[in-house]
């Protein structure tokens, strides 16, 4: 379990970091593009993360949707009650029948995409609007390859072998930033979209060796339409009708953003990304190696093993996650800078970036206990609940999204805010259900106010941290001065926040049980 967490965040960090080269990169190489006159449509990274949307999308909703709701626990079950060659004619059924339907859809769609993205971005021209066509259906492919992978990687789940599974995402990254440096300089953001397309590849061919070596064969079903394939259907509906709320969500602040300063679409997304960071690291990676474990106790009826392992794993999430909430919050500036300014990324980017991402990480923590806890109730076959919780947690993001950029007129600070709001609500009601569910606490409420009282102490080392480096050398205008001022700062932060639980004998949620 440990050794999968420890694998997973690894890998997760590495992503991560290609993640912050990755975006490194493409600020340097475009900007935010605040003027969009100045900035032909081949170069407004605007339009690239537009583009994005309607891949993600077909993805989200008819392949992710249904395989992270159900496809593991259905495979475990199988794989427990009639063994291994049935688990993988399963598996065989569920990856031709998913991916026959998004190739069939892919292909509507690229054959009406002007027609979809004019919904998305109302507010772009002309040049705007065709160039986001043709990244579009140069994308469009991407689906296919990751639903591929999201199978490969269900079935890795379910036997505890993440090793390939923790290197897709790395893979992933290494394509788009093969696409920056090789493609973008002559081609713009037609570069980046294909190395797009060849980072989703590299992310489904990376993780066909674990299965294969499992003893998984690709074959053709007799029968695609199983009663297993209907039962996973019918399970996933409840998941699906959610994530179409949610990228209803996604939908509407790009639809907000592309008729606000210009630039906005860039900046919301850059904040987002470093505000993920370490959800993807902690909350993702332990979300998805108990997973398995958490639908083996659901089949075996295994309640208290099940409560435990819940118990467990959110205060190992908030053990890291409240302290990096504050901590990056801190030092937010600093952070955008060092990782973000560099060539066409100036201060006015850095302070709005900066200041977007600080309001995100209000809902940081949230977040991370977001992917677990609703994990619990895919494990117990119940997909209604979670997605109750996120329609109610989307439709408050929705609402919050418009009435803090079109009445208020917060730009991209609305977005963030509505984003963080919809996150605390989504966690909140899914801690309460989950609890009213099991008839248990799954909130260590004690040791989360240690963490608090040690992130707090540390937010007021790292601030004198800070303060002390801007002192010595009067002004942070370089980059050695930030690296010093920014690493020691975090050091410090470390040290006092561990040694801040330390004192309050907080329980070392990390190398104990």
């Known amino acids: 379990m440990r050794s999968g967490i420890i694998l997973l965040g690894f890998s997760f960090l590495i992503s991560k970091v290609l993640g912050l080269l990755r975006d490194n990169m493409l600020a340097a190489q475009f900007g935010v593009g605040v003027n969009r006159a100045a900035v032909s449509a081949i170069h407004n990274l605007d339009i690239y993360y537009a583009a994005f949307r309607l891949p993600d999308l077909l993805f989200n909703l008819l392949s992710y949707g249904v395989l992270s709701a159900?496809?593991?626990?259905?495979?475990?079950?199988?794989?427990?009650?009639?063994?291994?060659?049935?688990?993988?004619?399963?598996?065989?059924?569920?990856?031709?029948?998913?991916?026959g339907i998004i190739i069939g859809i892919s292909v509507l769609m690229f054959i009406f995409t002007p027609q979809i993205v004019r919904i998305f971005v109302p507010g772009f021209g002309a040049e705007e609007f065709a160039v986001t066509v043709g990244l579009t259906r140069i994308m469009l492919i991407t689906p296919i390859?990751?639903?591929?992978?999201?199978?490969?990687?269900?079935?890795?789940?379910?036997?505890?072998?993440?090793?390939?599974?923790?290197?897709?995402?790395?893979?992933?990254?290494?394509?788009?930033?093969?696409?920056?440096?090789?493609?973008?300089?002559?081609?713009?953001?037609?570069?980046?979209?294909?190395?797009?397309s060849i980072g989703a590849a590299l992310n489904m061919l990376i993780q066909l060796p674990g299965i294969l070596r499992a003893g998984f064969r690709f074959?053709?079903?007799?029968?695609?339409?199983?009663?297993?394939?209907?039962?996973?259907?019918?399970?996933?509906?409840?998941?699906?009708?959610?994530?179409?709320?949610?990228?209803?969500?996604?939908?509407?602040?790009?639809?907000?953003?592309?008729?606000?300063?210009?630039?906005?679409i860039t900046i919301i997304n850059f904040a987002t990304n470093l505000e993920t960071l370490p959800m993807g690291l902690i909350g993702i990676s332990v979300a998805i190696v108990s997973f398995g474990t958490l639908s083996a106790y659901a089949a075996e009826q295994k309640i208290s093993e099940f409560i435990k392992?819940?118990?467990?794993?959110?205060?190992?999430?908030?053990?890291?996650?409240?302290p990096l909430t504050f901590g990056m919050l801190a030092l937010r500036i600093q952070i955008v800078r060092l990782l973000l300014g560099r060539g066409k990324f100036d201060w006015s980017d850095t302070i709005l970036t900066a200041n977007t991402m600080g309001f995100l990480l209000s809902g940081l923590a949230f977040g991370g206990l977001v992917f677990l806890l609703a994990r619990a109730?895919?494990?117990?076959?119940?997909?209604?609940?979670?997605?109750?919780?996120?329609?109610?947690?989307?439709?408050s993001n929705i609402v919050g999204s418009v009435v803090l950029t079109k009445i208020f007129h917060l730009e991209t600070y609305g977005l963030a805010i509505a984003n963080a709001t919809a996150n605390i609500i989504n966690a909140t009601l899914l801690i309460v259900f989950l609890s009213k569910r099991l008839n248990a606490a799954i909130l260590d409420w004690k040791e989360i106010?240690?963490?608090?009282?040690?992130?707090?102490?540390?937010?007021?080392?790292?601030?004198?941290?800070?303060?002390?480096?801007?002192y010595i050398f009067r002004e942070i205008d370089t980059y050695p001065e930030l690296i010093v001022q920014t690493v020691s700062s975090i050091l410090v932060g470390v040290f006092v926040y561990f040694g801040a639980c330390w004192t309050l004998k907080c329980k070392d949620s990390i190398f104990k049980p």
Request: aromatic letters at 12%; one cysteine or more; proline letters at 3%.
């Open 309 to 322: 392992e819940i118990f467990n794993n959110t205060r190992r999430i908030l053990f890291l996650l409240i």
């Open 219 to 264: 074959m053709i079903p007799r029968v695609i339409w199983s009663n297993r394939i209907k039962e996973m259907i019918m399970l996933s509906l409840p998941r699906i009708f959610g994530m179409s709320v949610t990228q209803l969500s996604l939908i509407v602040d790009t639809f907000i953003a592309s008729g606000l300063t210009a630039g906005s």
């Open 377 to 395: 109730f895919y494990a117990m076959k119940n997909t209604r609940t979670p997605v109750i919780i996120s329609c109610i947690a989307v439709v």
């Open 70 to 99: 159900a496809f593991v626990p259905l495979f475990v079950e199988v794989l427990k009650k009639d063994g291994r060659d049935s688990a993988f004619k399963f598996a065989n059924e569920i990856m031709h029948a998913i991916c």
């Open 449 to 470: 106010f240690k963490f608090i009282i040690g992130a707090l102490v540390m937010v007021l080392a790292v601030q004198l941290a800070k303060s002390s480096f801007g």
């Open 145 to 196: 390859f990751f639903t591929i992978g999201s199978i490969a990687g269900g079935i890795q789940n379910a036997f505890h072998k993440f090793l390939g599974l923790s290197l897709a995402p790395i893979f992933y990254n290494i394509g788009i930033i093969g696409g920056i440096l090789f493609l973008s300089k002559d081609y713009g953001v037609y570069g980046v979209a294909i190395g797009v």
